[in-house]
């Protein structure tokens, strides 16, 4: 049995649509108005200063705001956008505009591997900070105390064995004494190359095609947590 898990939440804990279908067109309507009060704040200058320098050195903020909305409609992984996207997702979540979705069998399971002595780590592309603020505000209440750590694509990318390694490393794990949960196969593959155990977590709510045999790599796959045989 495991001795930690580390889990993915887009598509695992929670669902896909989540992200895309309130958090980035949440981010992209409040961007102006967030940068037109706070643009001038040094922890929001910074990033802006980043893009504009990026851009070539544009120096209209109304400029910049477009740049960062054409990144969101990109999904683009930029350190600055997802820097700003916090920020606003932060005053979001302070104001009530919203919690984040959270499949009940994953905070069902969580709660009960966290009672059982079992330790908790995240591990997503979202920075740290939007990883705190998600279970901080999830629909099931402030679920950021159940976590020992967290983990983002600092300590490399997800479809890299060696930031599985990493991870193993930082938590004082053996990378055997971990199992790390996903839907992404090629994450998983890398965790298994780490040495880590693995679960294909295949929702029929994300993917309505059932993932099996070699579209499931060869890992074990369940449906919910509900399904996930862990005892601390």
Not at 176 to 202: K, P, W
């Amino acid at each position: 049995m495991p001795k930690a898990i580390l889990t993915d939440i887009e598509g695992t804990t929670s669902s896909i649509c989540f992200v895309k279908d309130v958090l980035f067109p949440y981010a992209r309507r409040a961007l102006p108005g967030y940068i037109d009060a706070r643009g001038r704040e040094p922890a929001v200058r910074k990033w802006l200063d980043a893009v504009a320098t990026e851009c070539g050195g544009m120096c209209d903020d109304a400029m910049i705001v477009e740049v960062l909305q054409g990144w969101i409609d990109q999904d683009r992984k930029h350190t600055a956008l997802k820097a700003l996207q916090g920020m606003v997702w932060a005053e979001g979540y302070r104001n009530a505009d919203f919690t984040a979705h959270l499949y009940p069998d994953a905070a069902a399971a969580l709660r009960a591997w966290h009672g059982a002595g079992l330790p908790l780590y995240v591990y997503s592309s979202g920075s740290v900070p939007a990883q705190r603020l998600f279970f901080g505000h999830s629909d099931d209440g402030d679920l950021s105390t159940l976590f020992s750590g967290w983990f983002d694509t600092e300590v490399g990318g997800k479809r890299e064995a060696a930031s599985y390694r990493h991870i193993a490393e930082a938590i004082g794990r053996a990378p055997g004494d971990v199992l790390f949960l996903s839907d992404v196969v090629a994450e998983l593959d890398a965790a298994r190359e780490a040495g880590m155990q693995t679960a294909l977590v295949d929702r029929r709510e994300d993917y309505p095609q059932p993932r099996s045999g070699s579209d499931a790599g060869g890992h074990p796959r369940v449906e919910s947590f509900a399904e996930l045989d862990v005892n601390a």
